[in-house]
Protein backbone atom coordinates (compact mmCIF):
# COMPACT_ATOMS: atom_id res chain seq x y z
CA UNK A 1 0.00 0.00 0.00
CA UNK A 2 0.96 3.62 -0.03
CA UNK A 3 2.07 3.95 3.03
CA UNK A 4 4.65 0.86 2.98
CA UNK A 5 6.99 2.98 1.25
CA UNK A 6 7.18 5.82 3.63
CA UNK A 7 8.91 5.89 6.82
CA UNK A 8 6.81 8.81 7.70
CA UNK A 9 4.44 7.85 10.12
CA UNK A 10 4.10 9.53 13.61
CA UNK A 11 2.69 8.60 16.85
CA UNK A 12 3.06 12.11 18.84
CA UNK A 13 -0.96 11.77 19.67
CA UNK A 14 -0.57 8.65 21.44
CA UNK A 15 2.85 9.16 23.10
CA UNK A 16 0.64 12.87 24.56
CA UNK A 17 -2.31 10.16 25.55
CA UNK A 18 0.18 7.98 27.47
CA UNK A 19 1.86 10.88 29.25
CA UNK A 20 -1.41 11.86 29.88
CA UNK A 21 -2.80 8.43 31.09
CA UNK A 22 -0.46 8.04 33.79
CA UNK A 23 -2.89 10.12 35.98
CA UNK A 24 -4.88 7.11 35.84
CA UNK A 25 -2.57 4.38 35.44
CA UNK A 26 0.53 2.73 36.00
CA UNK A 27 3.20 3.82 33.12
CA UNK A 28 -0.31 4.77 31.29
CA UNK A 29 -1.31 1.36 30.21
CA UNK A 30 -3.34 -1.81 31.65
CA UNK A 31 -0.68 -4.29 31.19
CA UNK A 32 2.52 -4.81 32.03
CA UNK A 33 3.33 -6.01 28.73
CA UNK A 34 2.03 -3.30 26.92
CA UNK A 35 5.06 -1.16 29.22
CA UNK A 36 8.27 0.04 27.47
CA UNK A 37 6.52 -0.36 23.83
CA UNK A 38 9.06 2.19 21.01
CA UNK A 39 8.28 4.47 20.49
CA UNK A 40 4.98 4.47 23.01
CA UNK A 41 2.20 3.00 23.75
CA UNK A 42 -0.15 3.23 21.06
CA UNK A 43 -3.42 4.24 21.38
CA UNK A 44 -5.79 3.27 19.20
CA UNK A 45 -9.65 3.97 18.05
CA UNK A 46 -10.90 1.31 15.74
CA UNK A 47 -10.13 -1.87 13.85
CA UNK A 48 -11.29 -3.62 11.25
CA UNK A 49 -9.73 -6.84 8.92
CA UNK A 50 -6.34 -6.84 9.03
CA UNK A 51 -6.25 -3.27 10.40
CA UNK A 52 -5.47 -1.27 13.35
CA UNK A 53 -6.32 2.38 13.06
CA UNK A 54 -4.76 4.78 16.03
CA UNK A 55 -5.51 8.31 17.09
CA UNK A 56 -2.83 9.62 14.80
CA UNK A 57 -5.03 8.84 11.85
CA UNK A 58 -2.32 5.78 11.01
CA UNK A 59 -3.75 2.54 9.71
CA UNK A 60 -1.56 0.01 10.53
CA UNK A 61 -1.34 -3.98 9.30
CA UNK A 62 -1.85 -5.31 12.86
CA UNK A 63 0.47 -8.78 13.45
CA UNK A 64 -0.25 -8.57 17.28
CA UNK A 65 -3.98 -9.45 16.85
CA UNK A 66 -5.50 -8.83 20.23
CA UNK A 67 -1.58 -10.78 21.50
CA UNK A 68 -3.36 -14.09 19.41
CA UNK A 69 -6.91 -13.75 19.79
CA UNK A 70 -8.51 -12.51 16.08
CA UNK A 71 -7.81 -15.59 13.77
CA UNK A 72 -10.46 -14.24 12.14
CA UNK A 73 -9.13 -10.56 11.90
CA UNK A 74 -10.59 -7.75 13.79
CA UNK A 75 -14.30 -7.50 13.49
CA UNK A 76 -15.75 -9.54 11.55
CA UNK A 77 -18.99 -9.75 10.04
CA UNK A 78 -20.33 -13.03 11.25
CA UNK A 79 -18.79 -12.18 14.74
CA UNK A 80 -20.24 -8.86 14.93
CA UNK A 81 -23.99 -10.10 14.25
CA UNK A 82 -24.22 -12.76 16.63
CA UNK A 83 -23.36 -10.56 19.56
CA UNK A 84 -25.64 -7.97 18.34
CA UNK A 85 -28.32 -10.44 18.08
CA UNK A 86 -27.67 -11.84 21.87
CA UNK A 87 -27.23 -8.85 23.71
CA UNK A 88 -30.86 -8.28 22.71
CA UNK A 89 -31.80 -11.47 24.45
CA UNK A 90 -29.05 -11.13 27.53
CA UNK A 91 -26.02 -10.56 29.04
CA UNK A 92 -25.67 -12.89 31.97
CA UNK A 93 -28.17 -15.74 33.34
CA UNK A 94 -25.91 -17.30 36.44
CA UNK A 95 -27.60 -20.30 34.69
CA UNK A 96 -27.05 -22.65 31.98
CA UNK A 97 -27.73 -21.50 28.12
CA UNK A 98 -28.44 -23.36 25.26
CA UNK A 99 -26.05 -21.07 23.58
CA UNK A 100 -23.57 -22.41 26.13
CA UNK A 101 -24.15 -26.24 25.21
CA UNK A 102 -23.52 -25.89 21.57
CA UNK A 103 -20.13 -24.00 22.72
CA UNK A 104 -19.01 -27.02 24.53
CA UNK A 105 -19.91 -29.37 22.18
CA UNK A 106 -18.33 -27.45 19.29
CA UNK A 107 -15.12 -27.33 21.57
CA UNK A 108 -15.37 -31.41 21.83
CA UNK A 109 -16.08 -31.81 18.37
CA UNK A 110 -12.63 -29.98 17.36
CA UNK A 111 -10.29 -30.57 20.45
CA UNK A 112 -9.42 -34.17 20.46
CA UNK A 113 -8.26 -35.01 24.32
CA UNK A 114 -11.59 -32.91 24.85
CA UNK A 115 -14.21 -35.68 26.98
CA UNK A 116 -15.74 -32.92 28.60
CA UNK A 117 -14.53 -29.48 28.85
CA UNK A 118 -15.68 -26.18 31.30
CA UNK A 119 -15.42 -22.55 30.32
CA UNK A 120 -13.07 -19.51 32.16
CA UNK A 121 -12.71 -16.16 30.87
CA UNK A 122 -9.06 -16.02 30.87
CA UNK A 123 -5.61 -18.44 30.37
CA UNK A 124 -4.21 -17.62 33.53
CA UNK A 125 -7.34 -19.06 35.93
CA UNK A 126 -8.08 -21.98 33.53
CA UNK A 127 -4.69 -23.05 33.91
CA UNK A 128 -5.28 -23.22 37.51
CA UNK A 129 -8.05 -25.35 37.53
CA UNK A 130 -5.53 -27.98 35.27
CA UNK A 131 -3.29 -27.61 38.23
CA UNK A 132 -6.26 -28.39 40.51
CA UNK A 133 -6.77 -31.51 38.67
CA UNK A 134 -3.79 -32.88 38.56
CA UNK A 135 -3.53 -32.55 41.92
CA UNK A 136 -6.58 -34.01 43.06
CA UNK A 137 -6.74 -36.68 40.68
CA UNK A 138 -3.04 -38.20 41.99
CA UNK A 139 -3.03 -37.27 45.47
CA UNK A 140 0.83 -35.51 44.23
CA UNK A 141 1.97 -32.01 44.92
CA UNK A 142 4.80 -31.49 42.67
CA UNK A 143 4.22 -29.88 38.89
CA UNK A 144 6.48 -29.81 36.83
CA UNK A 145 7.10 -26.86 34.24
CA UNK A 146 9.54 -25.55 31.93
CA UNK A 147 11.68 -22.61 31.17
CA UNK A 148 10.61 -20.19 29.07
CA UNK A 149 6.66 -21.87 28.68
CA UNK A 150 3.97 -19.21 30.55
CA UNK A 151 1.17 -20.10 32.04
CA UNK A 152 -0.45 -16.84 33.40
CA UNK A 153 0.94 -14.30 35.81
CA UNK A 154 -0.36 -15.89 39.17
CA UNK A 155 2.09 -16.93 41.76
CA UNK A 156 1.97 -20.16 42.03
CA UNK A 157 3.26 -21.05 38.38
CA UNK A 158 4.88 -17.57 37.08
CA UNK A 159 8.51 -19.08 37.85
CA UNK A 160 11.80 -19.07 34.96
CA UNK A 161 9.19 -17.19 32.52
CA UNK A 162 9.57 -14.79 29.62
CA UNK A 163 9.09 -12.05 31.18
CA UNK A 164 11.50 -12.88 33.72
CA UNK A 165 14.04 -12.89 30.42
CA UNK A 166 16.58 -15.28 32.62
CA UNK A 167 17.15 -18.81 33.43
CA UNK A 168 19.10 -20.02 36.25
CA UNK A 169 20.97 -23.15 37.59
CA UNK A 170 23.15 -25.47 35.30
CA UNK A 171 20.54 -26.75 32.22
CA UNK A 172 20.15 -30.12 33.88
CA UNK A 173 19.09 -28.50 37.07
CA UNK A 174 17.46 -25.11 36.75
CA UNK A 175 16.84 -23.06 39.61
CA UNK A 176 13.04 -21.73 39.65
CA UNK A 177 13.17 -18.17 38.67
CA UNK A 178 10.75 -15.61 40.42
CA UNK A 179 8.69 -13.90 37.28
CA UNK A 180 7.64 -11.07 39.67
CA UNK A 181 8.38 -8.82 42.75
CA UNK A 182 5.68 -9.29 45.22
CA UNK A 183 5.37 -13.41 44.29
CA UNK A 184 5.26 -15.36 47.57
CA UNK A 185 8.68 -17.56 47.47
CA UNK A 186 6.72 -20.33 49.37
CA UNK A 187 4.91 -20.90 45.96
CA UNK A 188 7.95 -22.08 44.55
CA UNK A 189 7.16 -25.01 46.56
CA UNK A 190 5.15 -27.40 44.62
CA UNK A 191 6.30 -26.53 41.14
CA UNK A 192 9.79 -27.47 39.85
CA UNK A 193 11.38 -25.98 36.60
CA UNK A 194 12.91 -28.35 33.70
CA UNK A 195 14.89 -27.19 30.05
CA UNK A 196 11.90 -28.15 27.66
CA UNK A 197 12.92 -30.44 24.48
CA UNK A 198 15.06 -32.99 26.53
CA UNK A 199 13.03 -36.11 27.13
CA UNK A 200 16.23 -38.07 29.10
CA UNK A 201 15.37 -35.16 31.97
CA UNK A 202 11.54 -35.24 31.83
CA UNK A 203 12.01 -39.22 32.20
CA UNK A 204 13.90 -39.37 34.52
CA UNK A 205 12.40 -36.70 36.76
CA UNK A 206 9.02 -39.17 36.54
CA UNK A 207 10.55 -42.02 37.19
CA UNK A 208 10.72 -40.95 40.82
CA UNK A 209 6.71 -41.34 40.27
CA UNK A 210 5.40 -38.45 42.56
CA UNK A 211 4.59 -36.00 39.83
CA UNK A 212 0.81 -34.73 39.49
CA UNK A 213 1.00 -33.19 36.68
CA UNK A 214 3.33 -31.69 33.90
CA UNK A 215 2.59 -28.52 32.11
CA UNK A 216 3.92 -27.39 28.49
CA UNK A 217 2.85 -25.44 25.52
CA UNK A 218 3.46 -28.53 23.17
CA UNK A 219 4.89 -26.00 21.02
CA UNK A 220 6.48 -23.47 22.80
CA UNK A 221 4.80 -20.05 21.51
CA UNK A 222 5.06 -17.54 24.20
CA UNK A 223 8.92 -16.67 24.49
CA UNK A 224 9.50 -17.74 20.77
CA UNK A 225 7.91 -20.05 18.70
CA UNK A 226 9.80 -23.55 18.94
CA UNK A 227 8.90 -27.06 17.84
CA UNK A 228 8.92 -29.74 20.04
CA UNK A 229 11.63 -31.94 19.35
CA UNK A 230 10.95 -35.10 17.23
CA UNK A 231 9.52 -37.77 19.71
CA UNK A 232 9.28 -35.45 22.81
CA UNK A 233 5.80 -35.19 22.79
CA UNK A 234 5.38 -38.63 22.14
CA UNK A 235 8.10 -39.64 25.01
CA UNK A 236 6.35 -37.31 26.76
CA UNK A 237 3.16 -38.78 26.58
CA UNK A 238 4.39 -41.94 26.92
CA UNK A 239 6.22 -41.00 30.26
CA UNK A 240 3.12 -39.22 32.12
CA UNK A 241 1.44 -42.58 31.36
CA UNK A 242 3.60 -45.00 32.90
CA UNK A 243 4.65 -43.11 35.99
CA UNK A 244 0.88 -41.84 36.39
CA UNK A 245 1.43 -37.87 35.84
CA UNK A 246 -1.56 -35.93 34.31
CA UNK A 247 0.27 -34.60 31.60
CA UNK A 248 -1.17 -30.85 31.02
CA UNK A 249 -0.68 -28.95 27.23
CA UNK A 250 -1.48 -25.21 27.37
CA UNK A 251 -2.89 -24.22 24.42
CA UNK A 252 -3.77 -20.56 24.77
CA UNK A 253 -1.91 -19.57 22.05
CA UNK A 254 -1.99 -23.10 19.77
CA UNK A 255 -5.44 -24.03 20.11
CA UNK A 256 -7.93 -23.05 17.46
CA UNK A 257 -4.59 -21.38 15.91
CA UNK A 258 -2.12 -24.37 14.33
CA UNK A 259 -5.43 -26.22 14.05
CA UNK A 260 -9.02 -26.53 14.78
CA UNK A 261 -7.69 -29.06 17.32
CA UNK A 262 -4.66 -27.03 18.46
CA UNK A 263 -1.09 -28.58 18.70
CA UNK A 264 -2.70 -31.94 20.14
CA UNK A 265 -3.80 -32.22 16.51
CA UNK A 266 -1.18 -31.19 14.34
CA UNK A 267 1.60 -33.06 16.44
CA UNK A 268 -0.87 -36.27 16.84
CA UNK A 269 0.12 -36.71 20.71
CA UNK A 270 -3.40 -36.45 23.11
CA UNK A 271 -2.92 -35.37 26.85
CA UNK A 272 -4.85 -35.77 29.40
CA UNK A 273 -6.12 -31.85 30.11
CA UNK A 274 -5.83 -28.84 27.81
CA UNK A 275 -5.95 -25.24 28.46
CA UNK A 276 -7.53 -22.71 25.75
CA UNK A 277 -7.79 -19.17 25.59
CA UNK A 278 -7.63 -16.36 23.28
CA UNK A 279 -8.54 -17.73 19.76
CA UNK A 280 -11.02 -19.71 20.78
CA UNK A 281 -13.73 -16.47 20.87
CA UNK A 282 -11.45 -14.11 18.16
CA UNK A 283 -11.03 -11.60 20.67
CA UNK A 284 -13.74 -11.92 23.59
CA UNK A 285 -12.57 -12.97 27.36
CA UNK A 286 -13.08 -17.16 26.85
CA UNK A 287 -11.14 -19.85 28.09
CA UNK A 288 -11.42 -23.76 28.22
CA UNK A 289 -10.05 -26.12 30.30
CA UNK A 290 -10.81 -29.46 28.64
CA UNK A 291 -9.65 -33.07 28.86
CA UNK A 292 -10.29 -36.59 29.75
CA UNK A 293 -14.22 -36.89 31.06
CA UNK A 294 -13.12 -38.53 34.77
CA UNK A 295 -10.32 -35.56 35.10
CA UNK A 296 -13.45 -32.81 34.30
CA UNK A 297 -15.87 -35.00 36.63
CA UNK A 298 -14.09 -34.09 39.51
CA UNK A 299 -15.62 -30.90 39.27
CA UNK A 300 -19.12 -31.80 39.96
CA UNK A 301 -18.13 -35.67 41.94
CA UNK A 302 -14.48 -34.84 43.14
CA UNK A 303 -14.61 -31.97 45.33
CA UNK A 304 -12.63 -30.07 43.59
CA UNK A 305 -13.98 -26.57 43.16
CA UNK A 306 -14.01 -24.56 40.03
CA UNK A 307 -15.99 -21.44 39.73
CA UNK A 308 -16.48 -17.75 38.41
CA UNK A 309 -18.93 -14.97 38.01
CA UNK A 310 -18.60 -14.77 33.78
CA UNK A 311 -17.83 -18.47 33.20
CA UNK A 312 -20.68 -18.93 29.71
CA UNK A 313 -21.45 -15.26 29.86
CA UNK A 314 -23.79 -15.20 26.90
CA UNK A 315 -22.11 -12.26 25.46
CA UNK A 316 -19.34 -14.43 25.27
CA UNK A 317 -20.47 -17.97 24.13
CA UNK A 318 -22.16 -15.95 21.57
CA UNK A 319 -18.66 -15.04 20.17
CA UNK A 320 -17.00 -18.29 21.27
CA UNK A 321 -19.74 -20.46 18.93
CA UNK A 322 -19.48 -18.11 15.80
CA UNK A 323 -15.43 -18.29 16.05
CA UNK A 324 -15.58 -22.21 16.41
CA UNK A 325 -18.26 -22.42 13.51
CA UNK A 326 -16.17 -20.38 11.16
CA UNK A 327 -12.63 -22.41 11.62
CA UNK A 328 -12.66 -24.02 8.64
CA UNK A 329 -10.34 -26.17 6.50
CA UNK A 330 -10.00 -23.22 4.09
CA UNK A 331 -9.25 -20.81 7.08
CA UNK A 332 -6.40 -23.03 7.93
CA UNK A 333 -4.90 -23.73 4.21
CA UNK A 334 -5.54 -19.97 3.57
CA UNK A 335 -3.72 -19.09 6.46
CA UNK A 336 -1.25 -21.63 5.66
CA UNK A 337 -0.11 -20.80 2.49
CA UNK A 338 0.17 -16.45 3.40
CA UNK A 339 2.13 -17.02 6.41
CA UNK A 340 4.49 -19.57 4.58
CA UNK A 341 4.76 -16.76 2.06
CA UNK A 342 5.52 -14.36 4.35
CA UNK A 343 7.99 -16.70 6.52
CA UNK A 344 10.02 -17.04 3.62
CA UNK A 345 9.49 -13.19 2.14
CA UNK A 346 10.91 -11.82 5.98
CA UNK A 347 13.73 -14.17 6.11
CA UNK A 348 14.79 -13.24 2.77
CA UNK A 349 14.88 -10.10 3.10
CA UNK A 350 16.82 -10.28 6.17
CA UNK A 351 19.50 -12.30 4.36
CA UNK A 352 19.51 -9.38 1.71
CA UNK A 353 20.36 -7.05 4.33
CA UNK A 354 22.87 -8.91 6.16
CA UNK A 355 21.17 -9.45 9.38
CA UNK A 356 21.69 -12.77 10.86
CA UNK A 357 18.24 -14.14 12.06
CA UNK A 358 16.02 -17.14 12.15
CA UNK A 359 12.45 -17.27 11.20
CA UNK A 360 10.98 -19.98 13.00
CA UNK A 361 7.56 -21.64 13.68
CA UNK A 362 4.28 -21.60 11.85
CA UNK A 363 2.24 -19.98 9.76
CA UNK A 364 -0.71 -18.72 11.77
CA UNK A 365 2.47 -17.93 14.88
CA UNK A 366 5.78 -17.54 13.97
CA UNK A 367 9.25 -15.65 15.36
CA UNK A 368 11.64 -13.78 13.92
CA UNK A 369 14.77 -13.83 16.00
CA UNK A 370 17.52 -11.49 15.08
CA UNK A 371 21.00 -12.74 16.34
CA UNK A 372 20.27 -16.57 15.98
CA UNK A 373 22.60 -19.04 13.86
CA UNK A 374 20.09 -21.77 14.17
CA UNK A 375 16.37 -22.40 15.48
CA UNK A 376 16.22 -22.01 19.32
CA UNK A 377 15.94 -25.95 21.07
CA UNK A 378 14.81 -24.30 24.06
CA UNK A 379 14.37 -21.38 26.01
CA UNK A 380 17.98 -21.10 26.95
CA UNK A 381 19.18 -20.71 23.50
CA UNK A 382 16.90 -17.93 22.81
CA UNK A 383 18.63 -15.58 26.24
CA UNK A 384 20.95 -15.15 22.57
CA UNK A 385 18.67 -12.95 20.87
CA UNK A 386 19.92 -9.71 19.97
CA UNK A 387 16.81 -7.66 21.04
CA UNK A 388 17.97 -4.36 20.74
CA UNK A 389 18.56 -4.56 16.65
CA UNK A 390 15.02 -6.32 16.84
CA UNK A 391 13.35 -3.55 18.28
CA UNK A 392 15.11 -1.27 16.03
CA UNK A 393 13.41 -3.66 13.42
CA UNK A 394 9.94 -3.36 15.02
CA UNK A 395 10.25 0.15 15.37
CA UNK A 396 11.49 0.97 11.64
CA UNK A 397 8.53 -1.10 10.47
CA UNK A 398 6.11 0.71 12.53
CA UNK A 399 6.76 4.07 10.91
CA UNK A 400 5.85 2.34 7.77
CA UNK A 401 2.52 1.18 8.69
CA UNK A 402 3.33 -2.37 10.07
CA UNK A 403 2.58 -3.56 13.67
CA UNK A 404 4.89 -6.11 14.63
CA UNK A 405 5.38 -7.39 18.55
CA UNK A 406 9.10 -6.49 19.88
CA UNK A 407 9.35 -9.97 21.66
CA UNK A 408 9.70 -11.70 17.87
CA UNK A 409 5.96 -12.65 17.30
CA UNK A 410 3.88 -12.79 14.51
CA UNK A 411 0.11 -13.66 14.74
CA UNK A 412 -1.51 -13.65 11.67
CA UNK A 413 -5.35 -14.24 10.46
CA UNK A 414 -7.92 -15.02 8.01
CA UNK A 415 -8.60 -11.19 6.50
CA UNK A 416 -4.15 -10.89 5.80
CA UNK A 417 -4.61 -11.53 2.26
CA UNK A 418 -1.49 -11.50 -0.26
CA UNK A 419 -2.09 -8.05 -1.08
CA UNK A 420 -1.37 -7.63 2.63
CA UNK A 421 1.19 -9.74 2.81
CA UNK A 422 2.69 -7.68 -0.12
CA UNK A 423 2.73 -4.42 1.48
CA UNK A 424 3.81 -6.05 4.65
CA UNK A 425 7.06 -7.22 2.58
CA UNK A 426 7.70 -4.27 0.64
CA UNK A 427 7.62 -2.67 3.94
CA UNK A 428 9.74 -5.67 5.67
CA UNK A 429 12.69 -5.37 3.00
CA UNK A 430 12.59 -1.53 3.49
CA UNK A 431 13.39 -1.66 7.20
CA UNK A 432 15.64 -4.29 7.15
CA UNK A 433 18.01 -1.97 4.60
CA UNK A 434 17.32 0.67 7.26
CA UNK A 435 18.37 -0.98 10.28
CA UNK A 436 21.34 -2.78 8.70
CA UNK A 437 22.98 0.30 7.73
N1 LIG B 1 -0.77 -19.64 28.60
C1 LIG B 1 -0.15 -19.19 27.50
C2 LIG B 1 0.63 -20.14 26.64
C3 LIG B 1 -0.25 -17.83 27.16
O1 LIG B 1 0.41 -17.37 26.07
C4 LIG B 1 -1.00 -16.97 27.99
C5 LIG B 1 -1.13 -15.54 27.68
O2 LIG B 1 -0.42 -14.97 26.86
C6 LIG B 1 -1.62 -17.50 29.13
C7 LIG B 1 -1.49 -18.84 29.39
C8 LIG B 1 -2.43 -16.63 30.05
O3 LIG B 1 -3.62 -16.26 29.43
P1 LIG B 1 -4.40 -14.92 29.88
O4 LIG B 1 -3.51 -13.77 29.48
O5 LIG B 1 -5.68 -15.00 29.12
O6 LIG B 1 -4.60 -15.01 31.36
Request: hydrophobic share 45%.
Amino acid sequence: TESASRPSMSFDGSARRIEDNRRFMPGGVNSNFRLGISPTPLVFERAEGPYLYDVDGNRLIDYYLGMGPMILGHSPAALRKAVHDQIDKGILFAGQSDLETRAAQLVCELVPCAGKMRFGSSGSEVVQAAIRLARASTGRTTILKFEGHYHGWFDNILWSTAPALNAAGPEDSPVPVAGSAGQLPEAAHGVEVLVWNDLAALERRLARGDVAGVIMEAAMCNAGAIHPARGYLEGARAACTRHGTVLIFDEVITGFRLAAGGAQETFGVTPDLATFGKAIANGFPVAAIAGRADLLDLFATGGVVHGGTYNGQCISMAATVATLESLTPDLYAAIDKRGRRLMQGIAASLDRAGIRAVVTGFPGIFHVGFGLEAPARHYRDLTRLDRPAYIAFTTALLRRGVRALERGAWFLSVEHDDAVIDATLAAVDDAAREVAK
